[in-house]
């Protein structure tokens, strides 16, 4: 699936979270959202990118952002990340990558000459009303945060 359109209304979704609870695009009305999505939890760019999340909360807050991370991993590993890294905002298990084929996510990928489908390192921000402002289609992990600010900065 390609990447979601500007200003176009967002694809919805309901996932697990890390325990179990079934959460939806709807449950995030009225705040702005962003998702972003990495390949697995526990490995070294996904923490770093989680880290750099959770270490710029407050000015995530101030922006009014709420943000939840998808993975493809299972919501058992997600609640161990969560544990482990201290993590300050929900993680979505995405085990069939339903959601990441909505949202361009789920890619094909290549590594040691090897060809495979996977999650990309990439994000989304949805404004209040559930429209498409912006998608980042490759993340630095650990700019995550200031992508967000500098992009609110600019635009709202």
């Given amino acids: 699936m390609p990447l979601p359109i500007l200003n176009t209304p967002a694809p919805a979704f309901a996932l697990p979270d890390a325990t179990g609870v079934q959460r939806s695009l709807k449950d995030y009305r009225g705040t702005w959202l962003l998702i972003?999505?990495?390949?697995k939890a526990m490995t070294p760019g996904?923490?770093?990118q989680a880290c750099t999340v959770r270490d710029n909360q407050a000015l995530l807050d101030q922006l009014g952002v709420t943000v939840v991370g998808i993975s493809p991993d299972k919501p058992a590993l997600l609640q161990k990340f969560i544990e482990k890294e201290q993590l300050n905002f929900n993680l979505l298990s995405d085990a069939e990558h339903v959601m990441a084929d909505a949202y361009g996510a789920w890619q094909e990928k290549s590594m040691y000459g090897r060809t495979y489908m996977g999650m990309a390192r990439m994000s989304v921000l949805v404004d209040p009303t559930g429209m498409v402002r912006m998608v980042w289609p490759k993340v630095t992990p650990a700019q995550q945060a200031q992508d967000v600010a500098t992009w609110f900065?600019?635009?709202v």
């Fill in 46 to 48: 996904c923490t770093v």
């Fill in 153 to 155: 900065k600019d635009n």
């Fill in 36 to 39: 972003y999505f990495y390949p």
